[in-house]
Each structure stands twice: as C-alpha cells, then as structure tokens.
Nanobody
Framework: VQLVESGGGLVQPGGSLRLSCAASGFTFSSYRMSWYRQAPGKERELVATIYSDGGGTNYADSVKGRFTISRDNAKNTVYLQMNSLKLEDTAVYYC?????????WGQGTQVTVSS
C-alpha cells in the first residue's frame, strides 16, 4: 500500500498550490480520502475530506472557500487545490485513506507560505 503526496513547495501569501496524492495497493474508490496538516509544535488537524463516491466533501472552517478537495477514482488520485494561501497554512500536508476496517497515511509534503 502506498500514498504518495506531491505538489508542495514555497509560495507567497495569496498564492496557490495543488497537492496530489497517488494511491496504490488498495481499492481506492472504496475509501474516504482526507487531507490533514501539521504545523510545527501543533497537533495534526483535518483539513478536508471527500467521500468514496466523490459526492460529499467537508472542510475545516479555516480553509472553507479557499481549498477544494477532489478525487479521480480512475487515476487513484486525490487532490487539494489551495488558493489564497496564508502564512498560517504553512505545514506538512498528509494524505489519508480511511474506511471502517482501517486506513493508511502518506509520508507528507511540505507547504511553506512566506513572503
């Protein structure tokens, strides 16, 4: 099983990034997919979730209206489009796959918002 995140980097405030998470080794379409983030000295927090059929999404209040989660079950990939980035969005972003029987984590990708 693998979840491989990509797309992180350094961006100025107000900028955009698109994160991708490529999944393999399990039935991607059956899993709820989420993005979490963890800033230095803080606990990991849930950013966004998309359900297995792609029909439902949830967002943390801090990113509503700025971030969009989506998935392509044909490509076994989940995305996080991040717009209007703020300094406080700086964190390591992790991809998570979950269903009732358990779940998996990716290794994380660093997003740094700095002027």
């Amino acid at each position: 099983v693998q979840l491989v995140e990509s797309g992180g980097g350094l961006v100025q405030p107000g900028g955009s990034l698109r994160l991708s998470c490529a999944a393999s080794g399990f039935t991607f379409s059956s899993y709820r997919m989420s993005w979490y983030r963890q800033a230095p000295g803080k606990e990991r927090e849930l950013v966004a979730t998309i359900y297995s059929d792609g029909g439902g999404t949830n967002y943390a209040d801090s990113v509503k209206g700025r971030f969009t989660i989506s998935r392509d079950n044909a490509k076994n990939t989940v995305y996080l489009q991040m717009n209007s980035l703020k300094l406080e969005d700086t964190a390591v972003y992790y991809c998570n796959a979950r269903r009732v029987s358990g779940g998996y984590w990716g290794q994380g990708t660093q997003v740094t918002v700095s002027s």
